[in-house]
């Protein structure tokens, strides 16, 4: 992606997926004329595809196993399936709002859906679903598919959890949760921001990749301008 794949300009790029055979890559775009616009570009470098429209908000591009589908969060359709190459129109196959980013599972049969208190997962033809685990929070899939990885925070946490995260596995038929690592509250990560968060497990298993947020401020002092007046002499504005 460069300048001269968008000549106007580039606010933000998110939610980057690779292609299953990482040839392909789909993110969001937000520009100066337009937000939340998902493209495909080659990942080698070439000519982008846009894939949503216009007149939508989309977030959470996540690839079909056999990459000729994305599955993304439409602002006006909900969750939506649409063809890579072209062809019929989009699919419509959830009327709800993905919380972050959804995730389609390595053997195409579930698309994980993070919404309040629960992950829901929709069949890819929108005729079955169901709600595993009791967080919101951002998934990945096992490659086995038996498991989801979550990293979230209660929706109402006790007074115990103050504000934690927990990084936790859910067992997909059962539903049953493992806590495997507690965070503190000091720990920010782009989840408690962005709807487009995701987190990315490794290709061996064995570890995950999650965006931490890092929040900054400054404070300026300006010279030269009038001393503000307190709030009793802003109120007596007569005097």
Known sequence: MTQHDFPEGTVAFSGLSFSPDGERLAYTRSSDKSLAIIWISPAAGGQPVQISG????????????DGNWIVYVS??????????GGGPNPVRIYDGECLYAPRW????????????GHILLVS??????????????????????KTLITLGQNLAPAASD??????????????????????????????????????????DGKSI??????LKSDVWVLEGFP??????????WWR
């Not at 602002?75 to 890579?84: A, D, M, N, T």
């Not at 001393?227 to 007596?236: D, E, G, I, N, T």
């Open 54 to 65: 216009d007149n939508e908000y989309g977030f959470g591009p996540t690839w079909s196993p």
């Open 75 to 84: 602002s006006e359709h909900g969750l939506q399936k649409v063809p890579v």
């Open 105 to 116: 599972s390595p053997d195409g049969q579930w698309i994980a859906c993070p919404e309040e």
């Open 124 to 145: 890819p033809d929108g005729k079955q679903q169901r709600k595993v685990g009791s967080r919101w929070a951002m998934v990945a899939w096992s490659r086995d598919t």
């Open 162 to 203: 103050n504000g934690k995260w927990f990084l936790s596995s859910l067992d997909v038929n059962t539903g049953a949760e493992k806590i495997i690592l507690t965070m503190g509250p000091e720990q920010r990560f782009w989840g408690d921001i962005s709807n487009s968060s995701m987190i990315s497990m490794a290709p």
């Open 209 to 214: 990749t999650a965006t931490s947020a890092t």
């Open 227 to 236: 001393r503000p007046r307190s709030w009793l002499a802003r109120f007596l």
